[in-house]
């Protein structure tokens, strides 16, 4: 038989069992996370800084209404001192819907907040649970140094931004640099803000815990802090998609979901799967 592997490149196992199913918890985690989030933020669209809120405060950064005009019911999202019409989209939405996020971003799609936490905080657990048994096991295997960036990755750090720009990819055993930040940027970064900021909204925790309250700076900074991560994990999400996508996405969701990916041809990258 013919040896194809000079021109498709040989495949490799690169993605450990473990790995791929924390992926995949992750992903589904994250996924009612957010929607359930959005349920919980309808609840009181408003985001501030600092320990407390309310009508003798003027500390909002952030606050989606719903106002009466002549034209009728519209949508208005202020963020610091601008102000947008969001309406259709945020604020008010479909048939004169009255809520922050519409009903099909949010879980559940009527507005039900008991039923939202549950929800939320039954994912929160299991993202928690996943990530303390991936972080040990990584520590164990050796899998943590594939995500720190050395010297060198750094140093290579101009041209693989540029082999990017150009959508020039090599597929190779280990993460490239680009990688390597992104994915120790999720994992050691927002995801843990993430879970502490979501902790400090907790009044029982705050009990346990109540100098992780003056590192946000406050109760209300906490919840701005959690959104903002939350739309970072998103913009994160939306580019790992378009890089799978540019990348060669039989390739990618192979090694996702088997293991096994197809490395480079001796002879230069090829951009199949």
Same mark, same amino acid.
């Given at each position: /038989?013919?040896?194809?592997?000079?021109? #498709?490149?040989?495949?490799?196992?690169?993605?450990?069992?473990?790995?791929?199913? &924390?992926?995949?918890?992750?992903?589904?985690?994250?996924?009612?996370?957010?929607?359930?989030?959005?349920? $919980?933020? =309808?609840? @009181?669209?408003?985001?501030?800084?600092? =320990?407390?809120?309310?009508?003798?405060?003027?500390?909002?950064?952030?606050?989606?209404?719903?106002?009466? &005009?002549? !034209?009728?019911?519209?949508?208005?999202?202020?963020?610091?001192?601008?102000?947008?019409?969001?309406?259709?989209?945020?604020?008010?939405?479909?048939?004169? +819907?009255?809520?922050?996020?519409?009903?099909?971003?949010?879980?559940?799609?009527?507005?039900?907040?008991?039923?939202?936490?549950?929800? @939320?905080?039954?994912?929160?657990?299991?993202?928690?649970?996943?990530?303390? $048994?991936?972080?040990?096991?990584?520590?164990?295997?050796?899998?943590?140094?594939?995500?720190?960036? &050395?010297?060198?990755?750094?140093?290579?750090?101009?041209?693989?931004?540029?082999?990017?720009?150009?959508?020039?990819?090599? @597929?190779?055993?280990?993460?490239?640099?680009?990688?390597?930040?992104?994915?120790?940027?999720?994992?050691?970064?927002?995801?843990?803000?993430? $879970?502490? &900021?979501?902790?400090? /909204?907790?009044?029982?925790?705050?009990?346990?815990?109540?100098?992780?309250?003056?590192?946000?700076?406050?109760?209300?900074?906490?919840?701005?802090? #959690?959104?903002?991560?939350?739309?970072?994990?998103?913009?994160?999400?939306?580019?790992?998609?378009?890089? $799978?996508?540019?990348?060669?996405?039989?390739?990618?969701?192979?090694?996702?979901?088997?293991?096994?990916?197809?490395? +480079?041809?001796?002879?230069?990258?090829?951009? +199949? !799967?």
């Amino acid at each position: /038989m013919p040896d194809t592997t000079r021109r #498709h490149g040989a495949l490799i196992y690169r993605q450990r069992v473990l790995t791929r199913l &924390t992926h995949w918890t992750w992903a589904v985690s994250l996924f009612f996370l957010m929607l359930t989030g959005l349920q $919980i933020f =309808n609840a @009181h669209p408003v985001l501030y800084l600092g =320990n407390e809120s309310g009508f003798g405060y003027d500390n909002a950064i952030l606050r989606i209404d719903a106002v009466e &005009t002549a !034209a009728g019911l519209r949508g208005v999202t202020t963020l610091g001192g601008l102000e947008f019409d969001t309406t259709g989209a945020l604020g008010v939405s479909g048939d004169d +819907d009255v809520r922050a996020f519409p009903a099909w971003a949010t879980i559940p799609s009527t507005q039900s907040l008991a039923t939202g936490r549950v929800i @939320h905080f039954f994912f929160a657990w299991l993202l928690v649970g996943t990530l303390a $048994i991936w972080a040990t096991a990584s520590l164990i295997n050796g899998h943590l140094r594939d995500l720190i960036p &050395t010297l060198a990755d750094l140093k290579s750090l101009p041209r693989d931004m540029a082999a990017h720009a150009r959508l020039r990819f090599h @597929h190779t055993a280990r993460y490239n640099v680009l990688q390597k930040l992104a994915y120790a940027g999720v994992l050691f970064v927002l995801l843990p803000l993430m $879970i502490l &900021t979501g902790l400090s /909204m907790s009044p029982s925790f705050n009990a346990t815990a109540p100098w992780l309250l003056d590192i946000f700076g406050g109760r209300q900074t906490a919840r701005t802090i #959690h959104f903002a991560v939350m739309v970072l994990l998103v913009g994160f999400f939306l580019i790992h998609m378009a890089m $799978i996508l540019a990348a060669g996405p039989l390739n990618e969701l192979r090694s996702i979901i088997t293991g096994w990916y197809r490395v +480079d041809p001796e002879g230069g990258p090829r951009h +199949d !799967a």
